[in-house]
């Protein structure tokens, strides 16, 4: 916990009494006002008895400071009579409008200023007083809360510090965020980690983000080492189902990593996820359930699938698995020799460390075939690190905006391209989209439509304008935290709105690499599309 404290200091001053003359400190000048009243005189009277009275300070040996008190009268007096003679001589000799019939006027107003002072000195000490005794009580306190702090009220302290300086919304979806953590402190119950975790994600609640979330040691572990090209796991990939012909309900799989504990298993594309650990599928978002996919090596996760009309419960053990986030093929389109329609078909599964560079290799592999145009198939796939996303984005672009970052007071930083990284920047390409393209997909897609590189086929994105960054907590947790939105480059917010496509796919077209060659040679097929309508506005 910070703790802020201010100090005053005082100007140090010798340890004699030190006196200044007037012309000193406010370098008067004084001059003749024949306009003025000769009552009205008094006041400017006043004003230097008590300015003579702020000048004079005395420090005792102890350096305390100490005001001229009733013990000083004799010399107030010699002080200020020897001032206002001086003024009286001054004026009677050049002006010759000061008679000694005034000098009682003078004293009567000596006296009252004199009272006056004396009241202003109680009540300035009084005031004094109640400053430093509130600062005390306030230091005092906030020393005995530091002090007071348990190791789990420090874990929480470190979380609200993450949100409140990372957080997009500084409202804190309408909130006093300083407030939240103070009743959280007296109210929540923080005695053991996992008292403090359930007051963790409580508070992140309380910001009505589905993005912004808690991750125990293991699931960030996990996080981490998703994004780093492995996983601890049973090596699948999932997403919305999109049919509507009345299967099961639940997740869709997407693929499953080959020599995997699902692939082993006999777990295909297409297959529908309905239960994990005997909780249902049918409303689970698929971030929810890819954390439940996850967990330590060696540990066991039982689901039930449906693969065609048979309903299996299989007991799967989870290990670590390397994902490889991309798989290519080349479809030749029927035609006459050489000139014969090439197309390179690209699916792009999630955005890992491994991302930009296989994406690069699958790439210049199709390129030595002799491909004239690409297909880049980003459906179902739910984002990941957003600068593999930008480094994609380049690989087909030679120039333009990628994505505008912004936060509540608008653009606060550019991506964008020069062509200096773009490896296939000239040939027609397609992207493929679907309620599964999120995140970091959207982003590419996105940048791909608006700068008139690519034509978009599917259905509208999810709809995740957002951007997170993970960070750590002392214990190994993990906060993911919403801490910009984004626009498209042609500054459309996509937020809960999505991507929209150019055109729709076939109902029936394939999410396979196989199945996309078949409907693009196959005039008769349910999920035709001609290579021309492909790659046309």
Known sequence: ????????????????????????????????????????????????????????????????????????????????????????????????????KYTGSFLKVMNRSDRIRQ????????????????????????????WALSEENRLFLEAWRTIDRAYIDKTFNGQSWFRYRENALRNEPMNTREETYMAIRKMLATLNDPFTRFLEPEKFKSLRSGTQGALTGVGLSIGYPTASDGSAAGLVVISSAPGGPANRAGILSGDIIMAIDDTSTESMGIYDAAERLQGPEGSSVELTVCSGTEIKHLALTREKVSLNPVKSRLCEIPGSGKDSPKIGYIKLTSFNQNSSGAVREAIDTLRSNSVN??????????????????????????????????????????????????????????????????????ILAGALKDNKRAVLYGEPTYGKGKIQSVFQLSDGSGLAVTVARYETPAHTDIDKVGVIPDHPLPPSFPKDEDGFCGCLKDPASACYINRGQLFSR
């Open 1 to 100: 916990m910070e703790v802020l404290a201010s100090s005053a200091s005082f100007p140090r001053l010798s340890s004699h009494s030190t006196f200044f003359s007037f012309s000193r400190i406010s370098n008067f000048t004084f001059k003749a006002n024949f306009s003025l009243p000769w009552n009205a005189q008094p006041v400017r009277i006043v004003e230097a008895r008590l300015q003579g009275f702020l000048l004079c300070v005395r420090i005792n040996a102890r350096k305390r400071f100490r005001s001229c008190g009733s013990s000083d009268r004799a010399f107030k007096h010699e002080f200020l009579l020897g001032h206002l003679w001086r003024l009286n001589k001054s004026f009677s000799s050049q002006y010759g409008l000061i008679s000694t």
């Open 373 to 442: 145009a690409f297909v880049l198939d980003l459906r179902d796939n739910s984002g990941g690190l957003f600068p593999e996303g930008i480094e994609i984005a380049k690989i087909w672009l030679d120039k333009g905006v990628i994505v505008y970052i912004c936060d509540n007071r608008g653009v606060r930083d550019i991506y964008d391209t020069d062509g200096s990284s773009s490896v296939a920047a000239s040939e027609p390409l397609a992207v493929l989209v679907n309620k599964g393209t999120a995140s970091a997909s959207e």
């Open 119 to 146: 009241r202003v000195s109680v009540l300035f000490v009084q005031l004094v007083f109640a400053v430093l005794l509130v600062s005390s009580i306030s230091v005092a306190v906030t020393e005995t809360s530091s």
